[in-house]
């Protein structure tokens, strides 16, 4: 009951994601000029949702497809499927029964952007379940990523223990059909495991620590301390733009805190501390900058360990 009531009050915060595009304010005259998802893809995600006679139920309703017009559907909470790039997403509802499915596979172009959006709604607390590359369940959901595709089942049942089994079920055809391949994307095994805390990576492609210029990046926690430290791995296009984006951070830490040089760490590294981060460490290695926000007293040991990582991943 406290992983699902924790999950619904997520859910409830992220319809208040503010979009990019203004589709939540779009008058039905624009929302006629949206482009309709295209037969391919369509046809993609249709072969994804289950045939209910293999699974003892029946359709509600035909299969519905959304691509820009993902408004239409989630209205508040698209904005943070587009900022992962989102394509398009697979409807369907299925009566088994006394029990309702609903199955969306939401098609994200590729891999790394399916888990960001997956991350973004995961917590470490969940309940995991063996299904697709990664997923949870609550008493009445299921969400997994694998490939491209982020999947999110939901059921209701007056005898809601039933439930999950039925969407257990579920889960599994629609993972069968995207295939065997059930990774996470390989980029995720940079991260050193010294302290690193299981189900805390993520993936932003927008403002990660709120600032655009980092973006996109990757991100973990990892238990040193009562509160974890977390490890940003912004991806730059090459060397010179990692280098300018530790300056741009260096900055920012300056002007809300302090900030000195970290010469022993690296060269052009930098410690400080931030009004909004709390303590800090930058700095560059091949196209990453890297920050370790809240590190350890003593972070040596395993910032090294960082940089060997990011060193060997070339």
Known sequence: MRNYACLAMFLMAVSFVPMPFGQEEMSGAGAEE????SPEIRNQLATLLPDPESLGARRDGDARFYGMDLYEYINGGAGAFHNYDFVALGHQD??????????????????LNAFGIYAAERSPDYEFIPVGAEGY???SLIHFVQGPYYVKLSGFSENQGGVQNVLRAFAGEVSR?????????????????MGLIPRSHSFEKRAPLGYE???PALLAKYAFREEPSTLVLSMAASGEEARERIQKMRERVAKSGEVADYPELAAGAFRGTDRYQGGIIGFAVDTYAVFAVKPP??????????????????
Not at 94 to 111: A, C, Q, R, S
Not at 297 to 314: D, F, I, N, T
């Open 34 to 37: 949206i482009k309709p998802v």
């Open 94 to 111: 299925y009566k088994k029964e006394d029990t309702d499915i609903t199955v969306d596979v939401y098609y994200m172009g590729n891999p």
């Open 137 to 139: 369940q609550a008493e």
């Open 177 to 193: 059909r995207i295939g065997d391949d059930k990774s996470l994307p390989e980029i995720l095994r940079i991260f050193p495991s």
């Open 213 to 215: 210029f980092l973006a």
């Open 297 to 314: 007293e003593h972070p040596e040991a395993w910032v090294k360990s960082v940089m060997k990582a990011l060193a060997g991943e070339k």
